[in-house]
């Protein structure tokens, strides 16, 4: 009986693991988005330091949304990396950027703010406290990034810039350039 359990744990790990590429090497970041090639939802959210943050304010943009949280060790490590992505962003007035913090946790700073005091880095952050629009981008790590292009259509997606073998800042804004340059 146990080893008939233990031969159908095994036969639907195998099953899961060959239906998800990135699990089948042993990765669980997913490789692959759900809504690419698909319009980008609207949302509507209050950013850090107020105002709000709309998909509609991008239109025209590659707009590079990065879904994160300060309770997320990959997230940390792949701080500066963002926030050199960011300043590299700021010099091409067809993009655009928004990190999209999610889950309402906030770690040892308790605010994004006393975090970007602590590291010296800003970049605009929308809060997506319940979760909600984390679930329907249909996100299944962080950090994770989209790219939705001019016309709200999203056009690529990456995990992490470094901390899990990212294409690092340079590869990954080669692939938003790209993305902004069809879009001309």
């Given at each position: 009986?146990t080893?008939?359990?233990?031969?159908?744990?095994?036969?639907a790990?195998?099953?899961?693991?060959a239906a998800t590429?990135?699990?089948?090497?042993g990765?669980?970041?997913?490789a692959t988005?759900?809504?690419?090639n698909?319009?980008?939802?609207a949302?509507?959210?209050?950013?850090?330091g107020?105002?709000?943050?709309?998909l509609s304010?991008y239109r025209?943009?590659t707009l590079?949304m990065?879904?994160w949280?300060l309770w997320?060790?990959?997230?940390i490590?792949?701080?500066?990396?963002?926030?050199?992505?960011?300043?590299?962003?700021q010099a091409?007035?067809r993009l655009?950027f928004?990190g999209v913090?999610?889950r309402?946790?906030?770690?040892r700073?308790?605010s994004?703010?006393?975090?970007?005091?602590?590291t010296?880095?800003?970049f605009p952050?929308?809060?997506?406290?319940?979760g909600a629009l984390?679930?329907?981008?249909q996100?299944?790590w962080?950090?994770?990034f989209l790219?939705?292009d001019?016309r709200?259509?999203?056009?690529?997606?990456s995990?992490?810039?470094?901390?899990?073998?990212?294409?690092?800042?340079?590869?990954?804004l080669?692939?938003?350039?790209?993305?902004a340059g069809?879009?001309?």
């Amino acid at each position: 009986m146990t080893h008939d359990l233990s031969r159908r744990s095994a036969l639907a790990l195998a099953a899961a693991a060959a239906a998800t590429p990135a699990l089948a090497q042993g990765n669980p970041r997913p490789a692959t988005h759900a809504l690419l090639n698909q319009p980008a939802p609207a949302f509507d959210l209050p950013k850090v330091g107020g105002g709000r943050a709309r998909l509609s304010d991008y239109r025209g943009k590659t707009l590079v949304m990065e879904f994160w949280g300060l309770w997320c060790p990959d997230c940390i490590k792949d701080g500066p990396h963002v926030a050199a992505l960011v300043r590299a962003m700021q010099a091409d007035r067809r993009l655009a950027f928004l990190g999209v913090h999610t889950r309402g946790r906030f770690g040892r700073w308790g605010s994004v703010e006393t975090y970007f005091q602590q590291t010296g880095w800003s970049f605009p952050v929308a809060l997506d406290d319940d979760g909600a629009l984390y679930k329907t981008y249909q996100m299944r790590w962080v950090p994770g990034f989209l790219v939705v292009d001019g016309r709200g259509v999203i056009r690529d997606f990456s995990n992490d810039l470094d901390a899990g073998g990212g294409a690092g800042v340079a590869g990954f804004l080669q692939r938003v350039r790209a993305v902004a340059g069809r879009a001309a």
